[in-house]
């Protein structure tokens, strides 16, 4: 139960931003007013202004409009509760679980935008599963830019794990191949492939990523086991757009969303979730290593609607 808490509490400094729009706004409405038609809209504009997206707002609306007009709901104040036992159904348990491979190296492919933290977040992924007692080999595929190589070297040496590199320039589909080849050969537990930052308008770059995907199936079977977008949540509703168009080049297993602090729409939680069904696995809560979490929506849910003064307790 210690631990619980302070996972949301951890949750709840970086979901301050959102919870002020969302459960301050529900305050702010409910106060005082009868349950009908018209509150029931102006809740669906508040779950709209929290970053929850279209798809979500008009799910949640629906769902309190059918309890509303079946008599399961019949004073405003409920609406809170009734909304947190929706959001907490959005994902099933086996959403959560990192995807393993039954035998030998699982396969874990990592995209995103250029400026995402997707570096950090590979090291936090990285971090985590040594933890667990796992070896981990990474692989540098974004052979464009040598600071993007360097810094998954200096994460790398900082956690005690080896690196694929190849030449700056070279075919990053090559470079996936030899790192495959060496987690197979070594016995390696999870190979992490780490690929250029991308832009999802530019499609070239895109049939990249597929390119790769394709060289990892080949050397072994049934990989990538995982295939992790990473997601700015300081972005809003465009990274459930990025979502929609990296999910069309391949086919995602999980969101590993980044920069979870103060400044986060973590609304955007739900409108993935929602927009495009893609699990988010993970959570980036700061700038080290130990600052992740796997995903858990019971705590993210409690975490959104906890109160200032609870969550001012919690961080005391």
């Known amino acids: 139960m210690a631990l619980f808490r302070s996972v949301i509490s951890k949750l709840a400094e970086g979901l301050r931003k959102t919870r002020q729009t969302l459960v301050g706004g529900l305050r702010a409405l409910l106060g005082g007013r009868v349950l009908d038609a018209a509150l029931l809209a102006e809740v669906e504009t508040t779950l709209l202004q929290a970053d929850v997206g279209v798809v979500a707002a008009r799910r949640l609306s629906d769902s309190l409009r059918a309890d509303f007009r079946a008599g399961a709901l019949a004073r405003s104040e409920d609406i809170p509760e009734h909304l947190k036992r929706q959001l907490k159904a959005m994902w099933p348990e086996s959403d959560r679980r990192l995807n393993l491979a039954a035998s030998g190296t699982t396969v874990v492919l990592v995209t995103g935008i250029n400026g995402a933290g997707k570096t950090t977040s590979i090291a936090k992924l990285t971090a985590l599963l040594r933890r667990e007692g796992k070896t981990v080999l990474l692989a540098a595929c974004d052979t464009f830019r040598a600071g993007a190589v360097r810094q998954l070297e200096v994460w790398a040496e900082r956690l005690g794990v080896e690196l694929i590199r190849g030449q700056q320039g070279g075919d990053p589909a090559a470079v996936a191949y030899d790192a495959a080849k060496a987690a197979v050969s070594r016995g390696v537990d999870v190979l992490i492939v780490d690929t250029a930052g991308r832009l999802h308008t530019q499609d070239h770059l895109m049939r ?4 790769i995907r ?6 072994i079977a049934g990989s990538p086991h995982e295939t992790l977008l990473v997601l700015d949540a300081t972005v ?17 297993t999980g969101i590993f969303l980044s920069k979870l602090d103060g400044t ?9 979730r929602a927009a495009t069904d893609v699990p988010v696995k993970f959570v980036g809560l700061g700038e080290t290593p130990e600052d992740v979490e796997p995903f858990d929506p019971g705590a993210f849910v409690e975490a959104l609607f906890a109160s200032e003064a609870a969550s001012a307790a919690e961080r005391a």
């Open 208 to 211: 990249q990523l597929t390119k």
């Open 214 to 219: 394709s060289v990892l199936q080949k050397v």
């Open 236 to 252: 809003g509703q465009n990274a459930v757009r990025q979502a929609e168009e990296f999910a069309k080049a391949v086919p995602l």
């Open 264 to 272: 986060a729409r973590g609304g955007v939680v739900i409108a993935v």
